[in-house]
């Protein structure tokens, strides 16, 4: 069963970075899938932030791109995010999440599944 | 960006009663078109994945039915314990969105 669980501050001052990481349990990155970061801030919708491919490639949400980065760490089994220059804003349940498959030109990507529990990140000095 | 709006945006349904919530998408996805349900203070669970298809160990009162711009959530039957907000993403192209969301209430 493979399960997600993110980790990280929970309280990041205005214009640093956040950093979280989300550990894999049950199944190996290496071996293939998409790994995504989707937010949450609070009482509102979800929003992706990007996915990193298990061979390195990233795509990320034009909206965020310039503040982003994920990487993998296939030898710890985890995937992180980097978002710089944070605001209140950027408050939010960060989650991760297995999009398990691969892209094909008539589906599209994979579903998010399995999710992380989510952390909650809060921008404030 | 393929904008997913979602309707309504609120119900309020009693138990035994069906539900129906409705995907719009702002151009053809095909049938690159997931949901999910969210309840409080939990992550969101997978319920339908490419529109249509099944997913083990969901309750079988769960289905999704559509393609290219509409699609629908359907809840046959209700129950107390699927009160929660349902989200529907899209995955057809970068960036993946997500609709609003419906929260559904149990009278």
């Known amino acids: 069963q493979v399960q997600l669980q993110e980790s990280g501050p929970g309280l990041v001052k205005p214009s640093e970075t956040l950093s979280l990481t989300c550990a894999v349990s049950g199944y190996s990155i290496s071996s293939g899938y998409y790994w995504g970061w989707i937010r949450q801030p609070p009482g509102k919708g979800l929003e992706w932030i990007g996915s990193?491919?298990?061979?390195?490639?990233?795509y990320y949400n034009p909206s965020l791109k310039s503040r982003v980065t994920i990487s993998v760490d296939t030898s710890k089994n985890q995937f992180s995010l980097k978002l710089s220059s944070v605001t209140a804003a950027d408050t939010a349940v960060y989650y991760c999440?297995?999009?398990?498959?691969?892209?094909?030109?008539?589906?599209?990507?994979?579903?998010?599944?399995?999710w992380g529990q989510g952390t909650l990140v809060t921008v404030s000095s | 960006e393929i904008v997913l709006t979602q309707s309504p945006d609120f119900q309020s349904v009693t138990p035994k009663e069906k539900v129906t919530i409705t995907c719009r998408a702002s151009?053809?996805?095909?049938?690159?078109l997931h949901w999910y349900q969210q309840k409080p203070d939990q992550s969101p669970k997978l319920l339908i994945k490419?529109?249509?298809q099944s997913i083990s160990g969901v309750p079988s009162r769960f289905s999704g039915s559509g393609s290219g711009t509409d699609f629908t959530l359907t809840i046959n039957s209700l129950e107390a314990e699927d009160a929660a907000t349902y989200y529907c993403h899209q995955s057809s192209s970068l960036p993946q969105t997500f609709g609003q969301g419906t929260k559904v209430e149990i009278k």
């Open positions: 151009q053809s996805i095909g049938s690159s």
């Open positions: 999440a297995r999009q398990g498959g691969y892209y094909d030109i008539l589906t599209g990507y994979p579903p998010f599944d399995p």
């Open positions: 990193i491919y298990h061979s390195g490639s990233t």
């Open positions: 490419y529109a249509s």
